[in-house]
T-cell receptor, first 114, second 115 residues
Framework: EAQVTQNPRYLITVTGKKLTVTCSQN?????MSWYRQDPGLGLRQIYY???????DKGDVPEGYKVSRKEKRNFPLILESPSPNQTSLYFC?????????????FGDGTRLSIL | AQKITQTQPGMFVQEKEAVTLDCTYD???????LFWYKQPSSGEMIFLIY??????QNATEGRYSLNFQKARKSANLVISASQLGDSAMYFC????????????FGTGTRLTIIP
């Protein structure tokens, strides 16, 4: 089954404790992206990757890091989480220049930073 | 820069009626795609329908259709014969066909279907 898998689905942690949210896709997509969703703001892009070893900042990259060592994986790293990073996070993937191909989303990760 | 505007924060519709969710957009990209996603209370993002900027005909997918008016920069979603399971948050989004193919989202419309 074609899917984007995120882990964990839920996490409650404390300020300053490094965490990683994993994302893996099995569709051989070149493009992958992280979004965060906050009430009243829709989804905003954090980082994206157009292919292996190619990553770039989105609209709200502060406080986050990513890596793309393999095509299927695109982890999101919070080196020193803060309460303003409490949010619902989505990983998505799609073919490059996919035209009508939609971005496939993972089921989301709900992070609470205390 | 791209911008999506959804002016209806919430809507209530009687079951079996049709409903139109409004979406207007702004972009300087010559080639782009417009998407609608549904987010039920469980949280996942479900793709509903796509419209390309050069498509001559409005897109349809089952009970979903997209009323695309390029000159007015609008891409409204029409759901026919609404069902209780249609109750969810609905997001309009757009994506350029080149460069960073990020989706730019609107703030969403919460649709509630009344039995």
């Amino acid at each position: 089954e074609a899917q984007v898998t995120q882990n964990p689905r839920y996490l409650i942690t404390v300020t300053g404790k490094k965490l990683t949210v994993t994302c893996s896709q099995n569709m051989n997509h070149e493009y992958m992206s992280w979004y965060r969703q906050d009430p009243g703001l829709g989804l905003r892009q954090i980082y994206y990757s157009m292919n292996v070893e190619v990553t770039d900042k989105g609209d709200v990259p502060e406080g986050y890091k990513v890596s793309r060592k393999e095509k299927r994986n695109f982890p999101l790293i919070l080196e020193s989480p803060s309460p303003n990073q409490t949010s619902l996070y989505f990983c998505a993937s799609s073919p490059r220049q996919g035209g009508g191909q939609p971005q496939h989303f993972g089921d989301g990760t709900r992070l609470s930073i205390l | 820069a791209q911008k999506i505007t959804q002016t209806q924060p919430g809507m209530f519709v009687q079951e079996k009626e049709a409903v139109t969710l409004d979406c207007t957009y702004d972009t300087s990209d010559p080639s782009y795609g417009l998407f609608w996603y549904k987010q039920p209370s469980s949280g996942e993002m479900i793709f509903l329908i796509y419209q390309g900027s050069y498509d001559q005909q409005n897109a349809t997918e089952g009970r979903y259709s997209l009323n695309f008016q390029k000159a007015r920069k609008s891409a409204n979603l029409v759901i026919s014969a609404s069902q209780l399971g249609d109750s969810a948050m609905y997001f309009c989004a757009m994506r350029p066909n080149f460069g960073n193919e990020k989706l730019t989202f609107g703030t969403g419309t919460r649709l509630t279907i009344i039995p």
